[in-house]
């Protein structure tokens, strides 16, 4: 299990598959050991998108 922590000391698990939350009224991509801050929900799913293509 990967830990990240944001600056307002909440932890998120950022073990496991892709996917979008809302944290503090903020949206990030979590998965796969990242934690990457968005803007929205519909950029996230674009930025799984993107990360995916990538992969092969």
């Known amino acids: 299990m990967w830990i990240a922590r944001l600056p307002s000391g909440v932890e998120v698990d950022v073990s496991g598959g892709l ?3 809302e944290i503090e009224n903020g949206f990030y991509v979590v998965g796969q050991e990242m934690l990457i801050p968005v803007n929205s929900r519909e950029e996230g799913l674009e930025e799984i998108r ?3 293509e990538n992969e092969c």
């Open 19 to 21: 996917r979008v939350l």
């Open 50 to 52: 993107k990360l995916k």
